[in-house]
């Protein structure tokens, strides 16, 4: 069964700082862009940031950049999101996202990690 796993997520202070895991099962994630994104209950969810395939290109939400570092691993295919400096609006559950363009073009979800930033 193909899935994303994410793990990382839990409470951190405003100012803290977390790293996000995202492992792919059953297939490989190096042909994929790979996304994060974000929700708050109500309100849409939000790309948070992407990674190429390669990892030649990054682009961040205006909300998290220069705060966030997205990375991968493609030998273990593993996506990783660094973040730092946290504050109370970052509080969201976290998905991991694997887009595939080419001519089947499909995607799959993780189920999710909570990030609480509170004091």
């Known amino acids: 069964q193909r899935q994303l796993v994410e793990s990382g997520g839990g409470v951190v202070q405003p100012g803290g700082s977390l790293r996000l895991s995202c492992m792919s099962f059953g297939f490989t994630t190096k042909y994929y862009e790979m996304n994060w994104y974000r929700q708050v209950p109500g309100k849409e969810r939000e790309l948070v940031a992407s990674?190429?395939?390669?990892?030649?290109?990054?682009t961040y939400a205006a909300s998290v950049k220069g705060r966030a570092t997205i990375s991968r691993d493609d030998v273990e295919s593993i996506v990783y999101l660094q973040m730092a400096s946290l504050k109370p609006e970052d509080t969201a559950v976290y998905f991991c996202n694997a887009h595939y363009a080419g001519d089947s073009e499909h995607e799959y979800w993780g189920q999710g990690t909570q990030v609480t930033v509170s004091s």
């Open positions: 990674i190429g395939s390669g990892g030649g290109r990054t």
